[in-house]
């Protein structure tokens, strides 16, 4: 596992087992804000006018289902401003910045694209972790421009909020595309729109035709969209808006939390028929707070750099004299979910919402 330090993460203001592969069984957030993303989805992918090609896709024969070159993709710069790509090409040196645009990749069976990966923040899926550890890690967080560059990418993956020439910043859209390399921005990672979860599967749709692997990428995408409509299908109708608290153990007193700026997050909620409970993001929520904010359930993120072993942070919330009055504490509704399933952006959010749906909901 990756440990890093969580109190840079959360002083800034955040944001398929049985059909994918198993997703993370636990993780760490990086040190920067992790709801962190883009503006509103992008408009769908568009092609230019076609023009035949011999070659087939990587992935297909069916001819219907290839990308014609060049390939315009309506997408945006950090502060959610509309930024054309054109793809002369499939990009052939990717640099992805979040564990979540990796795993993606992996997925689609685009790792030997990946010249550069950085932020990991947990351990790999199962099924990803032989071909991931023989990535080229270039930074254990976000890498700067130049460190970027140093690998020659064509193309260049990540949120919103990584687009930027701040202290976590890769730089911004604008420049790489000044120099000619490709940049992508997932719709799922927005901070200023209302992204869904189904953003993460138009977003594999829309890699699929970038890279003319929209065989495996739409085959993807349906497993997805079939696993979302089931967890949604199952759940029950709930009247009201009752508040959900995401927290993380901090320093085993004050714990940290995750308030409505996770947009991402925001929906997942919704999903499983709450609301965010607060506002507020930081690393020193007090249990005077926590009285006053009384969740009707309290979502426990695991990270591996706690002070405490989920379960045992999880008791000791539950013991908690002070907090006897809280709906959550009261009905031993706290429920709890690895980071990268939860905050991660990915697919494995999906199989996040499945966890918390199958503990929320049991019946």
Not at 216 to 233: S, Y
Not at 244 to 270: E, H, P, R
Not at 284 to 291: A, C, I, K, N, Q
Not at 304 to 328: K, M, T, Y
């Amino acid at each position: 596992m990756i440990k890093k330090p969580l109190a840079i993460l959360m002083s800034a203001a955040i944001s398929l087992a049985a059909l994918t592969g198993a997703c993370s069984a636990g993780g760490s957030p990086a040190q920067n804000p992790a709801g962190a993303g883009s503006e509103t989805p992008p408009a769908a992918a568009v092609a230019a006018p076609p023009a035949a090609s011999a070659a087939q896709p990587p992935d297909s024969t069916d001819a219907a289902a290839r990308t014609v070159y060049p390939l315009t993709i309506d997408n945006y710069d950090a502060d959610g401003g509309a930024f054309v790509q054109v793809f002369p090409k499939a990009p052939e040196r990717v640099v992805a910045t979040t564990q979540a645009n990796i795993e993606i990749m992996l997925k689609l069976g685009l790792g030997d694209r990946l010249v550069g990966v950085a932020n990991i923040i947990s351990d790999f899926p199962a099924d990803l972790q032989a071909e991931a550890a023989s990535l080229n890690e270039i930074s254990k967080q976000w890498p700067p421009m130049e460190v970027v560059l140093g690998v020659s990418p064509d193309f260049v993956m990540g949120r919103a909020f990584d687009f930027n020439e701040g202290e976590y910043g890769l730089g911004t859209v604008r420049s790489y595309s000044d120099m000619g390399i490709n940049t992508f921005i997932w719709a799922s990672s927005s901070i200023t729109g209302d992204p869904t979860m189904e953003d993460i599967i138009s977003d594999i749709r829309v890699i699929g035709q970038i890279f003319d692997a929209q065989a495996r990428a739409n085959a993807f995408a349906d497993e997805l969209q079939a696993r979302l409509d089931q967890v949604k299908a199952s759940l029950p109708a709930q009247a009201g808006e009752k508040k959900a608290l995401m927290i993380t153990d901090f320093d085993g007193s004050t714990y940290g939390q995750y308030g409505a700026k996770a947009k991402l997050q925001n929906d997942l909620l919704a999903k499983l028929g709450y609301v965010n409970a607060t506002e507020q993001a930081g690393n020193s929520l007090g249990l005077e707070t926590m009285v006053a904010i009384s969740p009707d359930i309290i979502i426990y993120i695991e990270y591996d750099g706690s002070a405490l072993e989920p379960q045992e942070a999880i008791n000791s919330l539950l013991a908690q004299d002070a907090l006897r009055g809280v709906p959550a504490i009261a009905n031993n509704a706290v429920y709890r979910v690895p980071f990268n399933n939860i905050m991660g952006h990915g697919y494995c959010t999906i199989e996040g919402l499945t966890q918390l749906a199958e503990q929320i909901y049991p019946n």
